[in-house]
């Protein structure tokens, strides 16, 4: 297995356009790296990039120890699975998967050999002499994976590999190339628009806007921390409430004031926010955080807030309230017990233990 370094790695387009800033990052040896952002953000350059298809404008890519700048696709030991499944429609299953094995010169018998093995994780076998036009999405997809594991390369790129999918057909191919990294223990770097395969797939994510790289870290550290406003709001759905205020000082503690209502800042975040005092300050609260006082033992006051209920979505497991206080419009992720009518006041607790403030001049998070 490889490790893939990205050294100050730069695209520049015509009329000094950049697509990729900077970036430098070292994806390790089996990791499974999941690169995420909206449309345009630079993810499907920058794995370009990596593959060979796509001239680096500047800096340095390495796959283990060896410079792959000018190294064509080929030379280069990776294998990748587009979004779009490019498959010969006149070919059986296990002539595409075999076909660029057969480019490369190998035997027969190791072909035969591997296109076996790779069916058999993917539960192909009973597939390998249909052709595409006899198969169904998912199918079609497995035997695009297929044909890049049969390649046993040193990294696996994977650009959108689902995005042509339905929903249920996306979770099951999800879980399918989750499997497929635990059994072959190869490095991965996987690209997304889609925020929940970046949490669920991914060892580490790097989030990337306007080819800025702006976080790389495990899932659960970019959710509970994120480096500034736009990953507080790119990653997590329904998305973050923002609400813009001022630290106040009131008494020896600190308050966080909206103008209608305030609320008090723990003690733990009280350090980091003193430089803040009587400044314009950005307060972050997931969905999730947000507490109907009905269901919540001893809420403080402090930190509760009466709202109106504006619209009730059940999602079964749970219900998102979308609320109005004073002047915010919010949205809460709630116990589906809880179950207001719209135009209904209720009290709604903020849980201050897991408030994110950010800069509003930077975006950037306090920490």
């Known amino acids: 297995m490889a490790q893939v370094s990205l050294r100050s790695v730069c695209k520049t387009y015509k009329g000094d356009v950049m697509a990729v800033k900077d970036i430098s990052l070292s994806v390790e040896s089996r990791e499974f790296l999941v690169i995420v952002g909206p449309s345009g953000c630079g993810k499907s350059t920058l794995l370009r990039m990596i593959a060979g298809l796509e001239e680096i404008s500047s800096g340095e ?32 299953v296990f002539d595409n998967m075999a076909f660029g094995l057969k480019l490369r010169g190998y ?37 695009a994976v297929g044909r890049a594991i049969v390649r046993r390369p040193l990294v696996f790129l994977f650009d959108e590999p689902l995005s042509n999918l339905d929903a249920k057909l996306r979770v099951q191919m999800r879980t399918e190339i989750h499997k497929l990294h635990l ?16 949490m669920t797939m991914g060892d580490r994510i790097m989030v990337l806007n306007k080819g800025e790289m702006l976080q790389a870290a495990d899932p659960l550290t970019v959710y509970e921390h994120p480096a500034n406003r736009f990953v507080a709001s ?42 803040f005092v009587d400044k314009p300050v950005l307060l972050g609260m ?29 999602m079964g497991s749970e219900v998102n309230l ?18 207001p009518e719209a135009n209904q006041d209720l ?11 950010f800069d509003p001049d930077t975006d950037q998070a306090i920490s």
């Open 61 to 92: 890519i390495w796959i283990g120890n060896k410079l792959v700048n000018n190294l064509p696709p080929k030379d280069r030991d990776i294998a990748m699975v587009f979004q779009n499944y490019a498959l010969y429609p006149h070919m059986t």
């Open 183 to 198: 059994r072959l223990q190869t490095t991965m770097i996987y690209v997304t628009h889609d925020q929940t395969e970046a």
């Open 107 to 143: 035997s027969p018998r190791e072909i035969e050999s591997r296109v076996r093995d790779a069916a058999q994780i993917l539960g192909l076998d009973p597939l390998l002499q249909r052709r595409p036009k006899e198969l169904s999405g998912g199918e079609r997809q497995r035997v």
């Open 347 to 357: 009290d709604l607790v903020f849980d201050m233990g897991k408030a994110h403030f």
């Open 286 to 314: 997931r969905p999730e955080d947000l507490y109907d006082r009905l269901f919540i033992a001893e809420a403080p006051q402090e930190s509760t807030v009466t709202a109106t209920v504006e619209v009730v979505e059940p």
């Open 234 to 275: 790119f990653i997590g759905s329904p998305p973050m409430n923002f609400i813009p205020g001022r630290v106040q000082r009131d008494d020896g503690a600190l308050f966080f004031n909206e103008g209608s209502f305030r609320l008090r800042v723990v003690d733990d975040m009280a350090e980091s926010l003193r430089s």
């Open 322 to 339: 979308h609320l109005r206080a004073g002047q915010q419009t919010l949205i809460a992720r709630v116990n589906p017990q809880v179950r």
